[in-house]
């Protein structure tokens, strides 16, 4: 079926082409009345107009590109949607892509999303060992680009992510605060500063409250359900003997309880859980786990936001860091440990 040309629609209207261009722009210049004719009509013959051939005029596209890790982590489709509807609100679409933290898979997106002259890009980084030149050849190409949830180190890229160190630290006061002083970490990929970040933050609180830092507490995993459930196998059969156990996103915590409960042992009442980022269905079983929830619609949202303020004003010259500040939700699977005497203040 032959489609419709803008010609066409102005001559079924009755207005110029000029007139149906306006109303295809959202320009304020057309009367009420003629643009609800125009769309009218837009929407009688069916009639789509070619961006591929407008992008060549107006050196735009009206599209972003979105770079995520990990599809399957519910904290990156949140995130998703804010970037969307940030997006749709300002009259532009958000392309999704998915890196499954493969930094090749990674350069061939970005060099697709360069290609293909997208506005923008939101990119969460893969593990890239210092192998960034890719990100540098978007920043040289002039294309915007705004780091979401993972802050590249090195590298001048504005970004809007979660502050860590302080998550993590109001998580670690609270295992303290009812008792607990052997606390193991199950962390992720020391190469992304996120993983760094929560590390410090538990060493922090432990020096804080005078807590001896064992190394073989410490375990690093890929922030995966997976890595979750090996880790909590490993520190729970070394002897070690934990009272509780801080994990550093919610993939992983799903791992670690399926180890808790294969190994026999009751969270909370034999090892405590509390966990950087929500967990998949927290709520729906027992025990409701403890967790730093972090703003990840609001990181998409503000990170568009951003993005368009750049391309708007010009990328600026010092990059723009925003740390937003996430919540403390205490669940079930932290308690006060029985063997320790009550403290009041």
């Known amino acids: 079926m032959r489609m419709a040309t803008i010609k066409e ?74 970037a969307e509807d940030a997006a749709i609100k300002q009259g532009y679409l958000v392309i999704t892509l998915n890196s499954d933290d493969q930094l090749d898979r990674e350069k061939r ?13 939101l ?9 960034d030149a890719h990100i540098r050849a978007v920043i040289a190409s002039k294309i915007p680009i705004v780091c979401l949830d993972r802050v590249p180190e090195g590298i001048p890229v504005s970004s809007v992510a979660t ?7 109001m998580c670690l006061r609270h295992l303290i605060a009812l008792g607990h002083r052997r606390i193991a970490m199950l962390g992720g990929e020391l190469e992304l500063k996120t993983a760094q970040d929560r590390l410090q933050g538990y060493k922090n609180m432990l020096a804080e409250a005078d807590i001896e830092i064992e190394p073989g507490l410490i375990l690093t995993g890929d922030f995966r359900t997976a890595s979750g459930y090996l880790l909590t196998k490993q520190l729970l059969l070394s002897g070690r003997n934990p009272t509780a156990i801080f994990v550093a996103n919610g ?21 405590a859980l509390a966990v950087f980022d929500d967990v998949p269905g927290n709520g729906s079983f027992f025990p409701e786990v403890t967790a730093v929830v972090q703003p990840a619609y609001q990181i998409g949202y503000q990170g568009v936001e951003l993005l368009l303020r750049q391309r708007a004003t010009g990328e600026p010259r010092t990059p723009v860091q925003i740390l937003l500040q996430a919540e403390l939700r205490i669940g079930e699977s932290t308690q006060l440990l029985r063997t320790s005497p009550v403290l009041t203040r």
Do not use: W
Request: one cysteine or more.
């Open 9 to 82: 629609v102005a001559k079924r209207a009755g207005v110029s082409v000029g007139t149906v261009s306006n109303v295809l722009r959202g320009s304020n210049q057309v009367a009420a009345n003629l643009r609800d004719r125009v769309n009218h009509t837009i929407a009688l013959m069916d009639y789509h107009p070619n961006h591929a051939a407008r992008s060549l005029k107006t050196s735009q596209t009206h599209l972003l590109g979105m770079v995520i890790s990990d599809l399957t982590n519910p904290f990156f489709p949140q995130l998703a949607r804010g």
């Open 109 to 121: 997106i970005l060099s697709a999303l360069r290609s293909r002259r997208v506005d923008g890009i």
């Open 123 to 131: 990119l969460v980084v893969a593990p890239n060992g210092g192998h």
């Open 251 to 271: 993939m992983m915590a799903l791992g670690a309880l399926r180890a808790i409960k294969e190994l026999g042992r009751q969270c909370p009442g034999d090892i």
């Open 163 to 169: 502050d860590a160190v302080a998550g993590t630290e």
